[in-house]
């Protein structure tokens, strides 16, 4: 493959950016250096991208390190409620989730599948504060990479139902899921922290954001 082929589809991949991992990008910075044709990993990239799906390593690197934190869960009830087996089942089947799931490792959250409902395994981050990939950001930043990342924003009652089974954003705070019209009515929008040894769902103007304040997920994945 030529030195022009490379830098062409190097042009290509620079816009669509945004849809790259870390890895990926490393990978592209890899292949300028490639005394070889390496035509095949750039389109495989590119198809990747375009998908919004991970390569066929990172979904292995993915579901290995979300069995590892399942495994290594402190809660017993859920180790004993759920088949690990069947979580990865759904998740290769639905390798869209797997790409948001990615974005929200690649983000800091740590996610984990914590939880059945119905017929859905349910994922949230975990990090034992707000993601450090995602701060800094108002309300409205936040919904809109939340949406971005293709995922729903951590409910109230899920992140105080968190802190009773640990202590978690001790020096950061979360903005939460905000019923859209509540939060049209009054411009608030929801948050959470833990300070004083006490834990708290606040209101705050949408657009005000305090050093340290990102927002964490939650991701439901039909059965297979």
């Not at 490393?26 to 390569?55: F, H, M, N, P, Y």
């Not at 990479?145 to 992140?159: C, I, K, T």
């Amino acid at each position: 493959m030529s030195k022009d082929s490379i830098e062409l589809a190097l042009s290509v991949l620079e816009a669509e950016k945004a849809n790259l991992s870390p890895e990926q990008l490393q990978r592209l910075a890899e292949l300028t250096e490639a005394g070889e044709d390496v035509r095949s990993d750039v389109t495989d990239t590119l198809k990747a991208a375009e998908k919004r799906e991970l390569t066929p390593e990172q979904a292995d690197r993915l579901v290995s390190t979300l069995k590892s934190r399942f495994e290594l869960s402190k809660n017993n009830k859920l180790r004993k409620a759920i088949d690990f087996a069947g979580v990865e089942k759904s998740l290769r089947a639905a390798p869209e989730k797997l790409y948001a799931l990615q974005k929200l490792e690649e983000t800091g959250g740590e996610p984990q599948v914590i939880g059945i409902d119905g017929d859905e395994f349910v994922f949230e981050d975990r990090s034992a504060e707000s993601p450090s990939g995602r701060r800094d950001l108002d309300a409205d930043q936040a919904a809109a990479q939340a949406d971005e990342f293709g995922v729903d924003m951590q409910s109230p009652d899920s992140y105080k139902s968190m802190q009773k089974t640990g202590k978690y954003d001790l020096k950061s705070w979360s903005w939460l899921k905000t019923d859209p019209e509540e939060r049209k009515r009054t411009g608030h929008a929801l948050f959470g922290g833990r300070h004083d040894d006490g834990v708290g769902v606040y209101e705050a103007a949408a657009v005000h954001s305090r050093p340290r304040k990102g927002w964490r997920a939650a991701l439901r994945v039909k059965k297979a």
